[in-house]
Structures are given as C-alpha cells and as structure tokens.
C-alpha cells in the first residue's frame, strides 16, 4: 500500500497505470476541489482510498469556505474515511500559523465526531501536532514523512499511530536517523508522488525501492520488510473497517 499518494494531480491515463502497480492507494487531497477529484477517483477503482482534507500549504483567509466544502464532501460520501493531507507546518509556511492552528482544530473535531482517521503533515510541528492528536484521543492517525525526533516514536507506537517511511530516505539523513529507530511494526511506506524532492520526481512505483532502503538502514531482508509492512498495511485498513 502507498499510505500517502497526491494521486489527484494525475491526468486518467496516468491513473490508470498507476493502478496496474496492484495495489492499495491513500490518496491525499490538497483542499476542496481536488477532494472532488479524489472522491471521483476512488469510485473508479477499489483500490483507492480516498482522503480528503486541506494541506497546510494552501491554508489562507479563505478557509472557511474550504472546509466547509470538505466537510460537505465528508456527508456525501460516507465510505472516505480518511481526513489529509492535512496538520501544521511551522517551516516552510510560518506566516499563516494562525489560520493553520484554527483550521487543524476544525479537522481534529472532525476525526473525532466520525470516527475518521488522519494522514498528517507536520513540518516543524511534529509536538504540536501529537499533542493535539493525544488531547482529543483520536485513535488513528498516519504521521506522513516523520521526520520528528526520534525520542518520540516509542510515544507514536504506544498510541497505536503510524508513520511513513517514502523515498527521500535515499538522501535525507534526518530522516534515515529516525527511521533508523522506528520499530517496523508502526512503518507504512508511501510515495508522497508526484512531489518534486530535491529534483526527484516521486512516483508510486519507487514503493518497491522503499523496502530496500529501509531493509539496509535495519539490517534486515527486503522480504522480511516488505511482509511486515503489508501486514501492517492491512492491520490499519482493518481498523478502518475498509477490509
Ligand atoms: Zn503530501
């Protein structure tokens, strides 16, 4: 499963065969219109999930309108289960921490009247966000690209939640440093495609080079790596009573 894919941005055809990978798909939504796309999407094919959401990146004045657009999506369509890609970011778009704080409020309130689970951004604001997330007791969450302090993913684990290991472990030591540490059985891996890292295009088929990386950085087998995180893949989509 790719826990993190902004298959939205695709054109059909490029859907289509990015679903002839064969396999499960979280599609992430950036704000109210690609939450469209991303439902319309997942109607198409059973192996996307759809989330939808506003991404930190696109929090503005306006964004009131926003969630009330996805929140109207949200009663439309009960089988999105998912909330994302949404949460805080205090680096690269610091001016609008205000908006951002009243908006993962209103997504946080969300999760926890429906029952719904979220795929997290959280550049710089990985404690703000967890203890949002532990405050409000939601139960489920996926902590995309965590590339939070290490000492803190035994908390992660003991709260049942997730986080993604995605291809920029090739080159981001931070990241690897953390992942490093990460006990496997809270690992998914995602794509984050089509984003643009450090000139790398991501794409969904890197999922398989994914598994590489971290066998390496854990000393483990690919095999051994890959079957530990399908099995959690699908232990997260059971708790979701998507399977
Ligand atoms: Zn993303």
Not at 132 to 152: E, K, Q, S, V
Not at 167 to 193: F, G, N
Not at 230 to 241: A, D, G, I, P, V
């Amino acid at each position: 499963m790719d826990a993190h894919c902004h298959l939205h941005e695709y054109g059909d055809d490029e859907v289509e065969s990015i679903m002839n990978l064969s396999m499960y798909i979280i599609a992430v939504s950036d704000n109210y219109n690609s939450s469209i796309r991303t439902v319309e999407i997942s109607k198409r094919y059973r192996l996307v999930i759809p989330a939808v959401g506003l991404h930190p990146w696109n929090v503005g004045p306006d964004y009131k309108s926003e969630i009330a657009g996805v929140e109207r999506l949200l009663s439309e369509n009960d089988m999105v289960r998912i909330l994302g890609e949404v949460g805080l970011d205090r680096k690269f778009r610091p001016h609008t921490t205000q908006y951002q704080d009243a908006v993962f409020r209103g997504f946080i309130e969300m999760a926890r009247e429906r029952g719904l689970a979220l795929n997290i951004h959280a550049a710089n604001a990985w404690i703000d966000v967890l203890n949002a997330l532990y405050r409000n007791d939601i139960p489920l969450a996926i902590l995309h690209w965590y590339t939070g302090p290490a000492d803190l993913v035994k908390d992660i684990a003991d709260r049942g939640y997730y986080i993604t290991a995605n291809p920029a472990l090739a080159v981001q030591q931070r990241y690897r440093d953390v992942v490093k540490v990460a006990p496997l059985d809270i690992m998914l891996v995602e794509s984050d495609a089509p984003y643009n890292y450090r000139g790398f295009v991501f794409h969904p088929r890197e999922i398989s080079a994914t598994f590489r990386y971290i066998a390496e950085l854990k000393g483990m087998s690919f095999d051994e790596v890959r079957k530990s995180i399908m099995e959690n893949s699908y232990k997260f989509l059971r708790t979701l009573r998507i399977l």
